[in-house]
């Protein structure tokens, strides 16, 4: 099955809420969107499903423009991040409703019913009520009316992050078995990069109600195109100043500060970059004498169990740093800072992307 | 500790006193229902001293009283099905949909309320007359539809909002038709609201008096109507009149019966 969305744009009320929009997604594959709230992710779904008619371009369906057709001849199926299900019928109509519609024989419906609900460990509340349900279980009810009729598109809105940590860790793992059972194509909306990362498949990273990039995950992840996607794709926020390189060596422009240029960048030519790090590769300088270290005032130090955070002036930028262990700093102190320059990205000034190394 | 031992011993004062104070009248109208004219002119008593049941034996075996009754029963019960019929797809329009002046429109429906039912009377009367409809059950029930309908929609509107609209999204994506979903979906998740919406238009239908009086004369007359009967004739015979009263209240009572969970929520008209 393919998706294709090609030059669509959304405009509610005199507002863009999707740009020029092209993206043909990758057959029977994981496609992540990946964005902050309010980049637009829910309402492009919205386009792919057919509940919401374009306001330019066309939506192709398997090699057939369905650009106007109303969404239930599509077969697609979506899972919400609100758990969505019949609240006046048993766990068992809701999954049994898709069927029912598209009339099955009774026999079938039972057995595919049950088959789904065993896969979802819903088996044993057939008879309740969605309301009757833990969040976990609800969603998991959602789910299955979603894996239950054979849609080719699927399409899951945050559904895990009404969850809590611990049943969204398990569902998390769950996901890309359930969804591997038949050939179908999922779309799946969420905020969190790690969550795209542990999902892998193809990500399109979304800002402002544009796509910035569509790629497989990880070389998205390490190589984005460009510093949008880069900070997309990072939390917290990719670290980011303004240099320039002279010769074997960068300066941070406005002040003296420097460190050596790493082999990958020592190609490009001199001039003005925006050099970005992510906050895992910016760790306190310990008892470490030389190596790309920067000064800073702490801003913000937070240790939360093993991890420590702690946010920093660097020349004007807030940057963030994000290391194991734990590291003890007190607000307003100057710190010392150790960037993996080995772990790196050089943006143009006007944003994109010139050299990436490591990730 | 000491304390709150204390205070349980007088706490049940003021809710005591409160429905003391509430219950008083009603009790008042049932104790004058079970005698006779004569005792409750002539003397004052907690109760009944000579217990009757002819005041209920009047009313259930004279048709004017009876029938009072049915006519009634039959314009509100056509009233609450038309209010609430007519204000499901309104309500559900102005709860899923925008358009141009959605708001103003639900802000008039409101004041409609506002308005007093005496200004309506004449133009009510007028205008069934000239359509024959004077003194049928139709009329008043219609009539009544000029205040019930605003509340109607009111009060669903509320409940349907609180309705995520995606679930109206995941029944069409599961291929449900609109109608298909807005009957067997929709309407059974905002039941209670439906049942808080029909208890209030049976209530304002039940208690309303001008419009009643205004557009029936015997066909169609309302018990409220006939009530005043009694104060003509052969003087005043208040141990009916109380007998009348009593069996007003009832069918608001079982109304409000089924109803007794929501009804907070549906004073808020839905909005909680």
């Given at each position: ?359 | ?236 015979e208040l141990g009916l009149l109380a007998a009348a009263g009593t069996l007003t209240m009832i069918p608001g009572a079982i109304v409000i019966f089924f109803v007794r969970n929501y009804i907070a929520k549906g004073f808020a008209l839905g909005r909680?």
């Amino acid at each position: 099955m393919t998706l294709a969305l090609k030059n669509v744009s959304l405009r509610v009320d005199g507002l863009m809420h999707i740009y020029d929009t092209s993206i043909e997604l990758v057959p029977n594959g994981f496609n992540i969107l990946l964005g902050t709230t309010l980049a637009g992710k829910t309402t492009l779904m919205r386009l792919m499903a057919g509940l919401v008619v374009p306001t330019h371009g066309e939506v192709w369906f398997n090699g057939v423009d369905v650009t106007g057709v109303a969404v239930q001849k599509r077969n697609v199926s979506m899972v919400y991040q609100q758990f969505i299900n019949y609240p006046n019928m048993s766990v068992f109509d809701n999954i049994a409703s898709p069927l029912r519609l598209a009339r099955y024989n009774k026999d079938e419906i039972k057995q595919r019913v049950s088959e789904v609900a065993r896969l979802l460990r819903l088996d044993p509340f057939l008879k309740r009520k969605p309301s009757e349900l833990s969040g976990g279980q609800q969603q998991r009810c959602a789910m299955a009316r979603a894996l239950v009729k054979d849609s080719d598109l699927v399409l899951l809105d945050e559904p895990l992050a009404n969850l809590d940590y611990k049943l969204r860790e398990e569902l998390r793992e769950e996901l890309p078995r359930l969804f591997a059972t038949r050939e179908r194509t999922v779309v799946y909306a969420t905020t969190e990069p790690s969550e795209a990362l542990l999902l892998g498949g193809y990500t399109a990273a979304m800002d402002e109600g544009r796509i910035t990039q569509f790629g497989p995950t990880g070389e998205i992840y390490r190589r984005p195109a460009d510093r949008v996607t880069a900070s997309v794709f990072s939390d917290p926020p990719i670290n980011t100043v303004a240099v320039r390189k002279h010769g074997a060596r960068f300066t941070v422009i406005g002040s003296d500060a420097g460190w050596r240029v790493c082999d990958a960048f020592t190609r490009v030519a001199d001039g003005e970059y925006e050099f970005a790090v992510r906050p895992h590769h910016v760790r306190p300088a310990n008892g470490v004498a030389d190596g790309a270290i920067v000064e800073g005032k702490v801003l913000v130090a937070e240790i939360s169990g093993s991890e420590s955070t702690v946010h920093f002036d660097m020349h004007g930028q807030s940057w963030v740093s994000l290391t194991h262990g734990i590291h003890c700093f007190n607000v307003g102190q100057t710190a010392r800072f150790l960037i993996d320059i080995d772990h790196s990205m050089l943006f143009s000034m006007a944003g994109e992307l010139v050299a990436a190394q490591g990730g | 500790m000491m304390a709150s031992r204390h205070g349980t011993g007088f706490k049940w004062i003021v809710p005591f006193l409160y429905i003391v104070f509430l219950m008083l009248p009603i009790y008042w109208l049932l104790n004058m229902s079970f005698k006779t004219t004569n005792e409750i002119l002539g003397t004052f008593s907690l109760f009944p001293q000579e217990f009757t049941l002819d005041n209920y034996k009047a009313i259930f075996t004279d048709p004017t009283w009876y029938n009072g009754y049915i006519n009634s029963l039959i314009y509100v019960c056509v009233n609450t099905l038309i209010s609430v019929t007519v204000a499901l797809p309104a309500a559900y329009a102005f709860s899923r949909y925008r358009f141009l002046g959605d708001k103003h429109l639900f802000f008039w429906l409101l004041t409609n309320r506002m308005a007093p039912a005496a200004v309506f009377a004449l133009p009510f009367f007028q205008l069934y007359s000239a359509l024959n409809l004077f003194d049928t059950h139709i009329a008043v029930a219609l009539a009544h539809c000029l205040f019930n309908i605003p509340l109607a929609v009111w009060i669903l509107e509320g409940f349907m909002s609180g309705v995520p609209k995606e679930l109206d999204e995941t029944a069409y994506i599961d291929g449900y038709p609109f109608w298909k979903f807005f009957l067997k979906i929709f309407l059974p998740t905002i039941a209670a609201g439906i049942g808080v919406a029909a208890f209030f238009c049976f209530m304002f239908s039940w208690v309303e008096l001008l419009l009643a009086k205004t557009l029936t004369s015997v066909d169609a007359k309302p018990i409220a109507a006939v009530m005043t009967r009694t104060a003509s004739s052969s003087g005043y015979e208040l141990g009916l009149l109380a007998a009348a009263g009593t069996l007003t209240m009832i069918p608001g009572a079982i109304v409000i019966f089924f109803v007794r969970n929501y009804i907070a929520k549906g004073f808020a008209l839905g909005r909680v």
